[in-house]
Structure formats: structure tokens, C-alpha cells
């Protein structure tokens, strides 16, 4: 399984790259431990304000929200999203993956009747084949990616429709969980509808 590769194959870098020689190119820098250190601050002056401790496992809404890792696509700014309004799954791609429907099938234990698939443009998965992806895993991080589906995708529209099937089909979400599928673009900020078939 997609889920299982990734946690025991060769991909398991959290705990294994900052380990290595310095020719890894995401060793610990000091730039990076600066980074650290503001993100600590940021946080002990996040806690000083915080007052939602009193907030509720189950969310405001009842939507599950899949979309991409990448930095510039974060739906709790082009949604307006308080905490606690939502579920929020992000991976490369906003792909539908095993661990994906893992989450998906708890979220509906909680309430979750509708799931967004939200994909952007200048997406790296539109940019790469998965030979070229795992050529870079190699050639930056000296690691074998040979057997991982990076789930890269040509036509942009046509990988939410896939998504969204693939999620209707799934046996791990209900029939009456409602799924649609959109497109946030990095230029304006706007989210669009796509039409699934």
C-alpha cells in the first residue's frame, strides 16, 4: 500500500536525513535553526493570546478539505478559516492516497458530510514526470524513490475530476457524503468550481 511504502521504504527521511553528511541538500543549516527559533517565538506569543482551549474535536462545519502542501495554498487564508472550522488534509498534489481515505474515514466519524478537493495552479506534480521526480530524490537526497507513484498529473482539471472519483468510489467514504472539486489559483487567490461529469 501507497501508505505503508512511504513509511517503511526508503522514503523515510524525517528522522533519517538530518542525520547525514553535510551533502544532503535539506541538512540543518544555521539558517534553518534561525528559522526554528523564530518559529519558537512566534509561538510562545501565539500562546500568551490563545483562548480557544475550550474548542470541540468536532468541527464548526462539516467539511474535510483536501488540498496541497505547497506554502502559497493554505485554506485557512483563502477560505477565512477560523480554528476549528473545519478538516484540513494537505499532501503534495492535494492527491487522493491511502492515508488520505485513512483520515477521510475518521473525519465522517466526526460529522464530516462534504469533502472539497481543492487543487491549485503551478503545481509542481503538473510540472514533473514521476521519472523526473524520483531522478531529483536520488540525485538530492542520495535516496531510492524507484518505487514510489509521486502522483504527478497533465491536465489540471482532469486530476480533480480523478480525485473526486476516486473518492466516490472509495469504500472507506459513505454514499451520502457529498464531493466536490476546485481549483485555487496562486496568482489571485481565486477559488473556482469544476464541473465533474
Do not use: W
Not at 477560523?82 to 498534489?93: E, K, L, Q, S, W
Not at 523526473?132 to 540525485?139: F, I
Not at 498529473?153 to 472507506?172: C, G, I, N
Amino acid at each position: 500500500m501507497f501508505r505503508d511504502e512511504l513509511l517503511s521504504g526508503p522514503l523515510k527521511v524525517a528522522s533519517y536525513v538530518f542525520q547525514r553528511s553535510s551533502c544532503c541538500a535539506v541538512s540543518m543549516t544555521p539558517v534553518a535553526e534561525d528559522t526554528l527559533a523564530m518559529f519558537r517565538r512566534e509561538n510562545a506569543a501565539y500562546a500568551l493570546r490563545f483562548n480557544e482551549g475550550d474548542l470541540q474535536m468536532r468541527p464548526k462545519t462539516d467539511i474535510l478539505i483536501l488540498t496541497c502542501m505547497d506554502s502559497r495554498v493554505d485554506p485557512a487564508h483563502f477560505l477565512s478559516l477560523d480554528n476549528g472550522t473545519a478538516f484540513v488534509y494537505r499532501n503534495a498534489g492535494g492527491r487522493v492516497t491511502d492515508d488520505l481515505l485513512r483520515s477521510a474515514l475518521l473525519s465522517q466519524v466526526l460529522g464530516c458530510r462534504r469533502i472539497m478537493v481543492i487543487h491549485h495552479t503551478d503545481c509542481g506534480l503538473n510540472r514533473f514526470t514521476n521519472g523526473a521526480l524520483r531522478e531529483r530524490v536520488e540525485k538530492e537526497l542520495e535516496l531510492d524513490a524507484s518505487h514510489i507513484d509521486f502522483l504527478p498529473y497533465v491536465d489540471l482539471e482532469q486530476s480533480v475530476r480523478d480525485d473526486v472519483s476516486l473518492l466516490r468510489k472509495a469504500a472507506a467514504i459513505r454514499n451520502e457524503v457529498s464531493i466536490t472539486g476546485h481549483i485555487y489559483d496562486v496568482k489571485n487567490g481565486r477559488m473556482s468550481d469544476v464541473r465533474i461529469i
